[in-house]
């Protein structure tokens, strides 16, 4: 599977985007996809996951209840919806896809996805 990130941008402190993630195929509900991020100098780190349905998800602590994961499998599309941004939200964000067969699977360690996407800058100012 190919993943294309895109919506990242500038944004003031306190505001929001929402990133998208398309992917090729016919498959897209069989994958598990996720969100990470990598700040200058940082290693990249999990921030979302999403199971094949969309109905469990999971997020590192640092996001949980300002950043929301979701998919439509009809479009082949996984979103993050990114709130009450703060500084240390600015990184490259990436999508992730691994194949899955069903359940709530939903990993958050990078080695344990195998497909990656260009990646999408946030950039958080004053």
């Known amino acids: 599977v190919q993943l294309q990130a895109s919506g990242g941008g500038s944004v003031k402190a306190g505001g929001f985007l929402r990133l998208s993630c398309a992917a090729s195929?016919?498959?897209?509900?069989?994958?598990?996809m996720g969100w990470f991020r990598q700040a200058p100098g940082k290693e990249r780190e999990f921030v979302a996951a999403?199971?094949?349905?969309?109905?469990?998800?999971s997020y590192a602590d640092s996001v949980k209840g300002r950043f929301t994961i979701s998919r439509d499998n009809a479009k082949n599309t996984v979103y993050l919806r990114m709130n009450s941004l703060k500084f240390e939200d600015m990184a490259v964000y990436y999508c992730?896809?691994?194949?899955?067969?069903?359940?709530?699977?939903?990993?958050?360690?990078?080695?344990?996805?195998?497909?990656w996407g260009q990646g999408t800058h946030v950039t958080v100012s004053s």
């Open positions: 992730a896809a691994v194949r899955t067969y069903g359940g709530t699977y939903k990993p958050s360690r990078r080695s344990d996805y195998d497909y």
């Open positions: 195929g016919r498959t897209f509900s069989s994958y598990v």
């Open positions: 999403i199971n094949w349905s969309g109905g469990s998800t």
